[in-house]
């Protein structure tokens, strides 16, 4: 079983930056994709960013420019450094894996992160 662990939400300021975690129980590379999603109150959840075991990486546009996705393999953890922080980004943030064979998508428990104006 693949457990993925989200640390380094809060309550932040306009403009302020933030960086997520996620550490995985599996070589992080092993995963077709790693992404980090959001789900804010009355809304989908929706993609922000992702990784994959290429090191290819993409982003949602509004988020472009200010959040970065990267990964430490030694670590087995993949971070999201958010930074120019809007209230709009509040939500609770989710990671998810993508094993490649069979197909399964693990999800984190998620990581509240507010943004007061």
């Known amino acids: 079983q693949v457990q993925l662990v989200e640390s380094g939400g809060g309550l932040v300021q306009a403009g302020g930056s933030l960086r997520l975690s996620c550490a995985a129980s599996?070589?992080?590379?092993?995963?077709?994709?790693v992404g980090w999603y959001r789900q804010a109150p009355g809304k989908q959840r929706e993609l922000v960013a992702g990784i994959s075991s290429g090191g290819d990486t993409n982003y949602v546009d509004s988020v472009k420019a200010r959040f970065t996705i990267s990964r430490d393999s030694a670590k087995n953890t993949v971070y999201l450094r958010m930074s120019s922080l809007q209230p709009e980004d509040t939500a609770v943030y989710y990671c998810?894996?993508?094993?490649?064979?069979?197909?399964?998508?693990?999800w984190g428990q998620g990581t509240q992160v507010t943004v007061s104006s």
């Open positions: 599996r070589s992080i590379t092993s995963f077709k994709t």
């Open positions: 998810s894996a993508q094993w490649p064979w069979p197909k399964i998508t693990y």
